[in-house]
């Protein structure tokens, strides 16, 4: 099992920045992916950014030039660091894992709010 606690979300005006964390626990050994999704209600969960383990990314269009995903390996944490955000960036934000094999894990999601 992979356990991963998401941080960083909150509430920002439009143009702003926000980092989100994402600690990643329990048998993090066999982890290819980790990346962001997020999730406005009633909406179906869209990918954000992903990255592997050997460092390769990909991003969404609406993202792209705006939001980077980075990973530390040696603290099982990977980052999305959010700038120049909009009002359409709101949405709650999950972290998750893939392994080998097929499983996924996700985190609770943290919310981000962006002002306009």
């Known amino acids: 099992q992979v356990q991963l606690v998401e941080s960083g979300g909150g509430l920002v005006q439009a143009g702003g920045s926000l980092r989100l964390s994402c600690v990643a626990s329990g048998s993090v050994f066999s982890i290819n992916i980790m990346g962001w999704y997020r999730q406005v209600q009633g909406d179906q969960r869209e990918q954000v950014a992903i990255?592997?383990?050997?460092?390769?990314?990909n991003y969404a269009d609406s993202v792209k030039g705006r939001f980077t995903i980075s990973g530390d390996n040696a603290k099982n944490t990977v980052y999305l660091q959010m700038n120049n955000l909009k009002p359409e960036d709101t949405a709650v934000y999950y972290c998750?894992?893939?392994?080998?094999?097929?499983?996924?894990?996700w985190g609770k999601g943290t919310l981000v709010t962006v002002s306009s």
């Open positions: 990255i592997s383990s050997g460092g390769i990314t």
């Open positions: 998750c894992a893939f392994r080998g094999g097929g499983s996924s894990y």
